[in-house]
T-cell receptor, first 112, second 113 residues
Framework: DAMVIQNPRYQVTQFGKPVTLSCSQT?????MYWYQQKSSQAPKLLFH???????NEADTPDNFQSRRPNTSFCFLDIRSPGLGDAAMYLC???????????FGDGTRLSIL | GENVEQHPSTLSVQEGDSAVIKCTYS??????FPWYKQELGKGPQLIID?????GEKKDQRIAVTLNKTAKHFSLHITETQPEDSAVYFC????????????FGAGTTVTVRA
């Protein structure tokens, strides 16, 4: 089945220690998104790629960066995680603008 | 920017009854409205969506209605089953950002057996 796969499902890192989360897709969609979801809240868009074109949301902290080396893969890098960055990180894909977004099952990040 | 309000925040229904969740949006340029179901420990799953050129859409036990004039849309689940228990999010496309969805705060639905 075509899908969005996130690894790992659970990630623990230390305060200030860089961490990378990964996402892959077999849907061959042009757009990939990263969302942050905190407990009992809606997902919050961090950034998206249309192909290699990177688009950052205005309120996304500088601490968060992303890479998309090819159509299938996208990475979220958190340079110096703080306690406030503990959350579920969701990857999603879509064919284009205003098209259905398909989500992975997320990576739950804990900060010690 | 777009502001989406969702009600109620929690909903408990008896198995077999209907559940209705309502959302309002502020941006008249919004034209795409998806609904997501999120189970514990999983990502949101698209269950139905509607575009502004349509007033109603149905898929088996799930239906969505859209009133563009009043800027509100609703999710209707009929003949609820225990597996319908989850958090449901409505969302609206953003008039100034073609790729951004503005989400409602979510409704926790519990179906009592």
């Amino acid at each position: 089945d075509a899908m969005v796969i996130q690894n790992p499902r659970y990630q623990v890192t230390q305060f200030g220690k860089p961490v990378t989360l990964s996402c892959s897709q077999t849907l061959n969609h042009n757009v990939m998104y990263w969302y942050q979801q905190k407990s009992s809240q809606a997902p919050k868009l961090l950034f998206h790629y249309y192909d290699k074109d990177f688009n950052n949301e205005a309120d996304t902290p500088d601490n968060f960066q992303s890479r998309r080396p090819n159509t299938s893969f996208c990475f979220l890098d958190i340079r110096s995680p703080g306690l406030g960055d503990a959350a579920m990180y969701l990857c999603a894909t879509s064919r284009g603008a205003r098209q259905p977004q398909h989500f992975g099952d997320g990576t739950r990040l804990s900060i010690l | 920017g777009e502001n989406v309000e969702q009600h109620p925040s929690t909903l408990s229904v008896q198995e077999g009854d209907s559940a209705v969740i309502k959302c309002t949006y502020s941006d008249s340029a919004s034209n795409y409205f998806p609904w997501y179901k999120q189970e514990l420990g999983k990502g949101p799953q698209l269950i139905i969506d509607i575009r502004s050129n349509v007033g109603e859409k149905k898929d088996q036990r799930i239906a969505v209605t859209l009133n563009k004039t009043a800027k509100h849309f609703s999710l209707h689940i009929t003949e609820t089953q225990p597996e319908d228990s989850a958090v449901y999010f409505c969302a609206a496309s953003n008039g100034s950002n073609d790729y951004k969805l503005s989400f409602g705060a979510g409704t926790t639905v519990t179906v009592r057996a």
